[in-house]
C-alpha cells in the first residue's frame, strides 16, 4: 500500500515524565492560573483529558500536546486575552485592592446592585447546566452561511494530520447537506490552516457569517473532537463543546458534531436532511481510515499523489466491501488519472466506470456517487441527457456539493446553455471562494459564452490565487486570441509552458496564434515539425488549421478526436470552430457527438483513428 503510515491508534504509552496529572500542574506548565486553563479547556480547545476513578474524578494533559496546541492556538489567545482573568499582575492587584476600599464606603444601593449581580450570573450558570454544561456563550445569530476552518491536529505526530483533514471535510459535508445554509468548500477553508489572521477577518475573506473552528486529538484508542462557533463579524465566541469516544465509534462521532452545529447556528433542517446527517452503515474503522488517506492524497491533484489515493482506496474497499464513498472516490481518482495524471482517458475508462457503478448500487442516494455517474456520462458515452440528470440527482441529494455545481456547469457550457452555466459556476465559486481551479473554470465559461472581458478578470483572478495554474495562463492565452490581442496571448502561452504545461500544447497554440496573426508559413512549419513527430494534440491541432483556413485537415483531426473518449463536448462550442460552422461536415461533426441525437449509420461507418498515446488529455 502507497501512502503515509500513521500509527495504528496510537497504542503506545508516551513517556510518564510527559504527563501532567492534576489542573495545578497544567496550570503551572503553562504558567496561568486554574481557572484560566479550565477556560482555555471550554473555550479554546486545550488538549485536557478525564479519567474517572471508582469514587472520583481526574484530569490529565501532555506536554507535547498543550506545546503542540499553544503554537497553534497563541496568536488568538493572545490578541482576546492581554490579561486573562484571575492572573494578577501587580498593577491588577493594586486595582483589586482599591476597589476593596471603594466598596467599604458604597451605599446600600450598592449591595442591593451586587445582590442583581449575583442573581444574574446564577441565572447564566442555570443556563450553563440546562444546556449540559455546553458553552452557550452568546445566542446564535442569523447565520445562513459557515466555514469549517482545518481542525487543529493535536496528537503531537504530524502523520496525523490526514486525521484532522479529514474530519474537516467530513464535517463539512455533512453541513453541506443543509438546503438553508451556504457551507464553504474544503480548498478555500484549508488556506487558512494555521493562520494568524483574526477570524473577523477570515470570514469576510470567505463570505460567510460564522466559522466552526476546533481540533481532534487521537491517543490510546480514544478520540476527541472539539468545536467551538464563532461570529464572523464580530469574532464573538457562541458555543463551544466537545465530543470524545472510540475510535471504533469515529463515524457516529462525526455525525454528532455535524447536527449539534446544525442545531446551534439553529438553520432549518428538513427530516430527510437529517437523517442523511446520521452514519448509515457502519464501516470498519480501518476502511475510514484508508478513506481519509486516499481524500488527503487527492488533495495535492498530481500524478504520484492521486496513484497513492487510489491505492487507499481499493485498500478501504478491500476491507469495507461496501463501502460507497470510497468506490465513489475510487472512480474519481481514476478519471483523474485520465485527465491529469499519466494514463489516456481510454486507459482509465474501465476502472472508472466501474468503482461508480458499484458507488451507485451501494449508495444509491450518496452525491458523489452521481456526480461519478455524469462524469462518465459525458467523458464515454455522450450522453448529454443522462449526464445532466445524475448531476442534478446529486444537487438534490446535496445541494452544496462542490463538484455537482461545477462538472453540472462545465456539461452545460458544452451545449451551449450558458445563462444556466454561470449560475452553477457562480454557486461554485460561492462555495470555494479561494480555488483557483473554479476562477480558471469560470474564465472558460465566460469564453464560450464570448464573454472575454470578464472572462479576463476571472482567470486573472485564478492565477493570483495559484500562480503555478498553467491552465489557467493557457487560457487566458486562449482568450486573448479570441479578442486579437495575439502579443499578450504568445505572452500567456509562455507563461503556461514555465508553469508546467506541456510542449506539444505548447508548440500548437502558438501556431494557431500565428496564422491568425497572417503568418502562415511559420505556423504550417511549427504543425509540420510536430506532425513529422508523436503527441499531436487533435483538438488543439483542428484550432490551428482552422485558423490557417485549412477546414479538410481540421476536420480530418476533429473526426479521430470525436472517436476517443475525451471532453469533446467542449468542441460545438468553441469559439474557434465558429469558422467550420458553414461546412456541411459540422453537422455531421455534431451528430457524431451524439448532438443530433442517435448516430447516423453512415456517419459511423466513417474511418476511424485513434489518438497517439502519450498524448495527455486537456480539460477544454
Known amino acids: 500500500m502507497n501512502g503515509l503510515s500513521p500509527r495504528q491508534g496510537l497504542s503506545e504509552d508516551p513517556p510518564s515524565e510527559d504527563r501532567l496529572d492534576s489542573w495545578k500542574d497544567i496550570a503551572a506548565y503553562v504558567k496561568r492560573d486554574v481557572s484560566t486553563v479550565q477556560r482555555w479547556e471550554k473555550r479554546e480547545g486545550m488538549p485536557v483529558y478525564r479519567h474517572v476513578h471508582e469514587k472520583r474524578g481526574s484530569v490529565y494533559a501532555y506536554r507535547s500536546e498543550l506545546d503542540t496546541w499553544w503554537q497553534r492556538r497563541a496568536p488568538r489567545i493572545e490578541r482576546t486575552e492581554q490579561c486573562p482573568p484571575g492572573e494578577r499582575t501587580p498593577e491588577r492587584k493594586s486595582a483589586v485592592a482599591h476597589l476593596l476600599q471603594v466598596l467599604s464606603r458604597q451605599t446600600r444601593r450598592t449591595v442591593a446592585a451586587i445582590s442583581v449581580a449575583f442573581a444574574c450570573a446564577l441565572a447564566v450558570l442555570m443556563v450553563y447546566l440546562a444546556n449540559g454544561g455546553h458553552a452557550a456563550v452568546q445566542p446564535a445569530r442569523d447565520i445562513k452561511s459557515i466555514a469549517v476552518l482545518p481542525l487543529d491536529n493535536l496528537s503531537g505526530d504530524p502523520a496525523q494530520d490526514y486525521l484532522a483533514d479529514g474530519m474537516t471535510e467530513e464535517l463539512i459535508g455533512s453541513l453541506a447537506k443543509i438546503r438553508a445554509l451556504r457551507v464553504v468548500s474544503r480548498t478555500s477553508a484549508m488556506r487558512f490552516r494555521e493562520s494568524r489572521q483574526p477570524l473577523s477577518e477570515i470570514a469576510r475573506e470567505l463570505g460567510v457569517d460564522a466559522v466552526v473552528e476546533g481540533s481532534v486529538q487521537r491517543r490510546e484508542g480514544r478520540v476527541k473532537v472539539r468545536v467551538q462557533l464563532v461570529h464572523g463579524s464580530t469574532d464573538t465566541h457562541l458555543w463551544a463543546s466537545e465530543y470524545e469516544g472510540q475510535w471504533t465509534d469515529v463515524l457516529r462521532l462525526q455525525g454528532e458534531v455535524g447536527r449539534a452545529v446544525a442545531d446551534e447556528i439553529r438553520v432549518q433542517v428538513t427530516a430527510d436532511e437529517r437523517a442523511r446527517m446520521t452514519p448509515g452503515t457502519p464501516i470498519a474503522p480501518a476502511a475510514f481510515q484508508e478513506y481519509l488517506l486516499g481524500r488527503y492524497h487527492m488533495s495535492k491533484q498530481n500524478e504520484a499523489d492521486i496513484a497513492r489515493a487510489i491505492g487507499h482506496f481499493n485498500e478501504a474497499t478491500r476491507i469495507e466491501p461496501k463501502y460507497a464513498a470510497a468506490y465513489a472516490a475510487l472512480s474519481v481518482g481514476w478519471w483523474a488519472r485520465g485527465v491529469w495524471g499519466a494514463q489516456t482517458l481510454s486507459q482509465v475508462e474501465s476502472a472508472t466506470r466501474a468503482a461508480a457503478q458499484q458507488a451507485l448500487a451501494l449508495g444509491p442516494e450518496l452525491a458523489e456517487a452521481h456526480v461519478a455517474r455524469g462524469r462518465i456520462g459525458y467523458t464515454y458515452d455522450r450522453d448529454w441527457p443522462g449526464a445532466e440528470a445524475s448531476f442534478r440527482r446529486a444537487l438534490e441529494t446535496d445541494p452544496n456539493n462542490l463538484d455537482a455545481h461545477y462538472f453540472y456547469a462545465m456539461l452545460l457550457m458544452g451545449l451551449g446553455r450558458f445563462a444556466e452555466s454561470i449560475e452553477h459556476i457562480e454557486r461554485a465559486a460561492q462555495l470555494d471562494p479561494l480555488s483557483s481551479m473554479i476562477q480558471s473554470g469560470f474564465g472558460r465559461v465566460l469564453y ?85 513527430g508523436t503527441g499531436m494534440p487533435l483538438v488543439e491541432g483542428a484550432k490551428a488549421y482552422a485558423a490557417l483556413g485549412d477546414r479538410d485537415r481540421a476536420f480530418e483531426l476533429l473526426f479521430q478526436a470525436v472517436d476517443e473518449p475525451s471532453l469533446v463536448i467542449f468542441v460545438k462550442e468553441e469559439p474557434t470552430f465558429d469558422r467550420l460552422h458553414p461546412d456541411a461536415r459540422w453537422k455531421a461533426l455534431l451528430a457524431r457527438m451524439n448532438f443530433a441525437g442517435a448516430y447516423s449509420i453512415a456517419i459511423r461507418s466513417m474511418s476511424k483513428t485513434s489518438m497517439p498515446r502519450g498524448a495527455p488529455a486537456s480539460p477544454l
Not at 465 to 479: K, T
Not at 495 to 501: I, K, T
Open 448 to 532: 464560450r459564452a464570448r464573454r472575454y472581458d470578464e472572462a479576463i478578470e476571472h482567470l486573472h483572478r485564478a492565477i493570483a490565487l495559484e500562480p503555478r495554474n498553467y491552465s489557467a495562463y493557457s487560457r487566458l492565452g486562449d482568450v486573448y486570441d479570441s479578442a486579437g490581442r495575439y502579443a499578450e496571448a504568445l505572452a500567456s502561452y509562455e507563461q503556461a509552458r514555465s508553469a508546467g504545461f506541456g510542449e506539444h500544447w505548447h508548440v500548437v497554440r502558438r501556431a494557431r496564434v500565428y496564422a491568425r496573426m497572417g503568418r502562415t508559413d511559420q505556423a504550417r512549419r511549427m504543425l509540420q515539425d510536430l506532425k513529422s
